[in-house]
């Protein structure tokens, strides 16, 4: 069964400055991923995906994210963060199945502050 | 536009009530999921269903059911609410296309006292 580890519960970040929030999975086979933003009292939005090709993969918001095989990683990054970034960021993974979509595990999420 | 709704947003029970949450989808989506987020657990998975009358447990269906009898609702059902069901419920649906997007509803907070 797949899993994913998101190290890092709370990230405190200042405006103007680059973030990463990293993600690690465990799945036998190639993963689809996925990382999502909750804002407070919000759903979830999600932010990119990777599926397959180019490993890094251009998300909404100037959001990007690298899917490096040999660590088993899906770091989300972004070159200069602003306080409407203020959120909850889920790291998912999912499993290709003859059905078609399969069901998503999410990490426990990473909160992340932004300070003046 | 498309949307998914859940309602009601707030709910209060007491211990042993049966509590059924709403979702509601306008996109034609085949696949929908009920999630709860749990602080320290992220989001885990409650039930899904790939289509109409299909209905599958996920990670933690103990203490709940579902029914899918259209493609646009599938109603969450507490058969008896415990103090543990105290979360935040969330639904989703995709395409049945690979690894399509899920969307999220808002959610719904529920207070089991």
């Known amino acids: 069964a797949q899993s994913v580890t998101q190290p890092d519960i709370h990230i405190t970040v200042s405006e103007g400055a680059s973030l990463e929030l990293r993600c690690n999975y465990s799945?036998?086979?190639?993963?689809?991923l996925f990382w999502y933003v909750q804002s407070p009292g919000q759903g979830l939005q999600l932010l990119l995906k990777y599926f397959s090709g180019d490993t890094l993969v251009q998300g909404i918001k100037g959001f990007e994210a690298e899917f490096k095989r040999s660590q088993s990683s899906f770091n989300l990054r972004k070159p200069s963060v602003h306080w409407s970034d203020a959120a909850e960021y889920f790291c998912a993974v999912g499993a290709g199945s003859n059905f078609g979509n399969e069901k998503l595990t999410f990490g426990t999420g990473t909160r992340l502050t932004i300070i003046p | 536009d498309a949307e998914i709704t859940q309602s009601p947003r707030h709910k209060i029970t007491e211990t042993g009530r049966q509590v059924t949450l709403a979702c509601h989808q306008t996109w034609n989506h085949n696949n929908m999921f009920w999630y709860r987020q749990d602080l320290g657990h992220g989001l885990r998975l409650i039930h899904y269903s790939y289509g109409v009358h299909d209905t599958n447990k996920g990670e933690v269906s103990d203490g709940y059911s579902v029914s899918r009898s259209n493609t646009e609702d599938l109603p969450l059902t507490l058969e008896s609410a415990a103090s543990s069901q105290t979360s935040v419920y969330f639904c989703?649906?995709?395409?049945?296309?690979?690894?399509?997007?899920?969307?999220f509803g808002p959610g719904t907070r529920l207070l089991v006292l």
């Open positions: 989703a649906s995709s395409e049945d296309r690979l690894q399509e997007t899920q969307y």
């Open positions: 799945y036998g086979a190639t993963p689809y």
